[in-house]
């Protein structure tokens, strides 16, 4: 009996362990890694069969047809369609949710990526939506496109609760700004907002740049106020 305790202990993993969530939550059975090279842990921990060398770890993250991702913490899920431009993402703390955005990144709480390649957020509920190259750190941010405007491209929001809409290499920093239809501008300060128009096939005004607090650019090019 000495000796089967001695060769139990010996065999025993040490320092790892899950808390149950019940036996009918998913990856109970130790099932939740359904594609090749990929990893499961945690209760209602998922990767799917179109997920290979992917990561999920923590209570019910999820990485779903797309490859080579991680999403770890609590309800974190990234998904893909099985398509590679949707692969290589991470979703990484509370309740993260990046869709069918490849090479991309949310770490941090409640962050949304949808249809935003090469992409990342760093905060709280901020989102990129139908978007490419944008970077958002702080909390409550946006960036988005319209149906009508060019995707946008290689913007970044550093901030709180700012706000951009169709624009393309531009920068915002601070709080509460709004900018649309824009390409090249740049806002830094609070309540500022830079608003441009569609015209014919282009939906950017060109080079405008606000410093300050409560200044307003509407349809102008090359304005600095």
Same mark, same amino acid.
């Given at each position: ?9 010996a065999?025993? @993993?040490?320092? =790892? ?6 036996? !009918?939550?998913?990856n ?8 090749? %090279? ?25 990485? &779903?047809?797309?490859?080579? /991702? ?7 899920? *990234? ?16 309740q ?8 991309? &990144?949310?770490? +941090?709480?409640?962050? @949304? ?6 992409? !990342?957020?760093?905060?709280s509920?901020?989102? &990129?939506e139908s !978007?490419? %190259?944008? =970077?958002?750190? +702080? ?7 319209? *149906?009508a405007?060019?995707?946008?491209g290689?913007?970044? @929001? ?8 169709g ?10 700004n ?14 500022? @907002? &830079?608003?441009?128009?569609i015209? !014919?096939? /282009?939906?950017?005004y060109? %080079?405008?740049? *606000? ?15």
């Open positions: 009996v000495s000796q089967l305790k001695a060769s139990q202990a065999a025993t @993993t040490h320092y =790892y362990s899950v808390q149950s969530a019940g036996a !009918g939550t998913p109970y059975n130790n099932d939740g890694a359904q594609a090749a %090279g990929s990893m499961a842990v945690g209760a209602g921990a998922e990767v799917s069969a179109k997920g290979n060398n992917s990561t999920a770890v923590g209570l019910s993250s999820k990485v &779903i047809d797309a490859e080579n /991702s991680v999403a770890m913490g609590y309800r974190n899920t *990234v998904t893909g369609n099985g398509l590679n431009s949707y692969d290589n993402s991470v979703a990484i703390g509370n993260n949710t990046v869709l069918n955005s490849g090479n991309s &990144i949310a770490i +941090g709480n409640k962050n @949304t990526l949808d249809t935003a390649a090469l992409s !990342g957020l760093i905060g509920a901020n989102s &990129i !978007g490419s %190259g944008g =970077y958002i750190f +702080g909390a409550g941010n946006q960036v988005k496109n319209s *149906v405007a060019a995707i946008s290689n913007s970044s @929001t550093v901030g709180h609760n700012n706000t951009l809409d624009v393309a290499m531009s920068s915002v920093s601070g709080f509460n709004n900018v649309t239809y824009q390409n090249g501008s740049t806002v830094l300060g609070s309540f500022n @907002t &830079i608003t441009g128009a015209v !014919g096939s /282009s939906s950017r060109l %080079g405008n740049n *606000v410093i300050g607090y409560y200044n307003n650019i509407g349809s102008s090019q090359n304005t600095t106020v």
